[in-house]
């Protein structure tokens, strides 16, 4: 499921720290239980969760290329130029599933 991929890469780009409760809130706009009980019911994220998460990755790989404009270490250049492909590609993943969502329901 695209919540679970996307979890997973959130866990791996915050090494590790980032909890389910943090995605939740910050990622799907919901309670801090929201994750948990719809991998424990077997259920998938809604269809405003992944619009939520969608813009949430948007706006986090606007903030990179912000950060790019006043970075000026190489080494800082190519971790946030890595991060923000990361946050690139994981957009796209919601996309494409809420584009899959639309075509299953018409």
């Known amino acids: 499921m695209i919540e679970d991929r996307i979890f997973n890469q ?3 780009l915050n090494d590790e720290f980032y909890t389910k409760a943090d995605f939740s809130r910050e990622y799907l706009g919901k309670c801090r239980t929201y994750y948990n009980a719809i991998k424990t019911n077997n259920k998938t994220v809604s269809k405003t ?19 790019l404009a006043f970075t000026k270490h190489n080494w ?3 971790s946030v130029k890595e991060r923000r492909a990361k946050l690139d590609i994981m957009s796209r993943w919601v996309l494409e599933a809420l584009i899959e969502q639309d075509a299953m329901q018409a």
């Open 49 to 67: 969760a992944l619009v939520y998460c969608w813009n949430r990755l948007r706006n986090d790989v606007k903030a990179c290329d912000d950060r």
């Open 76 to 78: 800082m250049v190519e």
């Open 10 to 12: 959130l866990v791996e």
